[in-house]
């Protein structure tokens, strides 16, 4: 593949995760951002997918089929069906902050990104380095939406927007870890969703809603 | 020797398939005590392995056990043995489920000290998570589901950024020309590291791990879970999960001090374990509810032991390993003890609890020896390993640090003792009868509880095994 292709094609994957995570944190509908956290998996399939082709690495390749089942297709679908269970009144939800304190909220963990990913662009200066500060951006959209979202669902996403954020950082910058490794944090994200999506029906079942702000009996 | 490292892992996994297929009561009542037994047994024979200067390593170098692996899977043996013994109580029989979820759990801690390579014990410890999270929400009250969720949340969270870490190191010895994740071959070679990444890998990977060993301040999810689950469980994950996610934090240490020397993770570490003691000993002169006092406990002791490692040094490194070894015990025994209280009062609420040593010597006596033995009274050995961490502590040049941990744990030993004498002694014995029974097999807290006690006189070979076990980690 030629450089500059690899390049604009390396941009173009790591634009679509940056925009993919802004629109997450600013739409309100589950479904929506369920739909977006999909997209999301298939762009970075789509990078890996690249990067394997540009090294030409038959492991990177398998690993790029491997993301794209896992994140755009299995974690979609359990959250969909998730979603799909809550009653109608809950598919919306009022973050702790409005939207528009949600995007200043998210310029600055933008400028964040780039200011703390100082010392790791010292690696190198190819198209995959530079791009690192967008998978350390998504890590922060992570932590934003686990902290301003009350609902289970929103929650479970904003852990996955920050997982989706880790795997960026690990292909730009290390072109992934061991494929032992990828497998086994693979199957422990899968688990730690499934088991999130059972304890989300067992809250709906005990307190009624899927709201977080009901749990509030254990404090000190 | 391959086969003694594979033995622990193969053991529960196959124990683990067996219950959920064959799902027969006698299996699922016993089968998490053989998995322990198998575990510490391995343990001890690893152990005399290590003496002899040997390492065996086994999957491709994927597995490798030295001084600290050995003792270690001895530690998660000897804890799982007392919390798994302790359990069986013929009263309360346990699901298969259940046994399937602490053999799993086992089996990961067991990976997680066998395993030569930061992302495979970073895949263990995030596998206790998903083996425990049912274990808290066992009983499906409203307060169980709450303590799951915020378990599970913050932990999940808490590797994550621990991964990072990981990958951010991967990344550094990739760039050097050597990708590895293991710390031996990091260890013997030397790869010219960029100085800047290991700064922000090390940060990241001690933060997420501390937030695994319930360090504070992201500590907030271990009252709740300690308190929720069923009391064997609270024990091994005090005694075991908290040891190896703090063991996590040792092997970090080792790989990033050589690159950007001692600073930066002295003072995340000092500050953390300060944090930890000053907020466990505050919480816990108020503290109402029995579980949660021991929660605090182990923060306490969790901070100690960051302030251990923040020091380094042989005297410090292995008096933290000892520390592992009689707080894993000591604890379980307690949270067992606990857990009886509870079947026999019906309430953990210590306000509610009065004069039990008269009342009910069976479970008063065996909780009262524990909580004597976590405060760190002699001849128990915590006695022994906070004097050796305080004095390795000062050696090394952290002396105010070490003052103000030494008041904090006065703080918390007069607090926990108000708490226990008024439970233990107070009111008025108006039992004619004391009920002797121990509402459970007394056996494995007497043994626990007596090895306490007797491991900090036991020189010669166990004194070599945490020299060489601090060693591994380059203390000098």
Known sequence: ?220 | MATLVLLPLAACTVLAIATAILRNRFLSRYVVVIAAVVVLGSGLALVGVALDDHTPTALDGLLRVDALSAFMLTVIGSVGLTAAWGALDPLRPRDHVYSVLALLFLGAMSLAVLADNLGVLWIAVEATTIATAFMVGHHRTRRAIEAAWKYVVLGSVGVAIAFLGIVLLYAATRSAGQPTLSWSVLATTHPDLDPSVVRVAAALAILGFATKAGLAPMHSWLPDAHSQAPAPVSGLMSGVLLAVAFYAILRVQAIATPVIGTGLMRGLLVTAGLLSLTLAALLVIRQRDLKRMLAYSSIEHMGLLALAAAAGGRLAIAGALLHVLGHGLAKSSTFVASGRILAAEGTTTMADIHGLVARRPGVAVPFLVGVVALLGLPPFSLFFSEVAIVVGGVQQGLGWAMAVAVLMLLVMFVAMSRHVVAMLFGGAAAATDPDRAPYGPRLPLVLALAATGVVGFVAGPFATLLDRAASVLGGS
Do not use: C
């Open chain 1, 1 to 220: 593949m030629a450089s500059e292709t690899f390049a604009q094609l390396v941009g173009l994957s790591t634009g679509v995760l940056l925009l993919s995570g802004v629109l997450l944190v600013w739409r309100r509908s589950l479904h929506a951002q369920v739909a977006l956290l999909a997209t999301q998996g298939v762009a970075l399939a789509v990078l890996v997918l690249v990067l394997g082709l540009h090294e030409s690495d038959a492991e990177l390749l398998a690993v790029a089929a491997l993301v794209l089942v896992l994140k755009a297709v299995v974690l979609p679908l359990i959250l969909v069906r998730t979603v799909a269970r809550l009653g109608v009144g809950v598919r919306e939800e009022t973050p702790v902050i409005n939207t528009t304190a949600s995007l200043i909220a998210l310029s600055m963990l933008t400028m964040l990104a780039y200011l703390v990913s100082r010392p790791l662009l010292t690696l190198g200066d190819g198209p995959t380095t530079t791009a690192v500060p967008v998978g350390i951006a998504l890590v922060l959209y992570g932590m934003l939406l686990l902290a301003t979202r009350r609902h289970a669902v929103s929650q479970l996403l904003g852990f996955l927007v920050l997982d989706n954020g880790i795997a960026t950082v690990a292909f730009l910058i290390a072109g992934g870890v061991p494929l032992v490794v990828e497998l086994g944090v693979s199957l422990d994200v899968l688990l730690v969703v499934l088991i999130l999506q059972v304890l989300t029906s067992r809250i709906r079942t005990e307190f009624g809603e899927a709201d977080l702000d009901d749990l509030s009996e254990l404090r000190d």
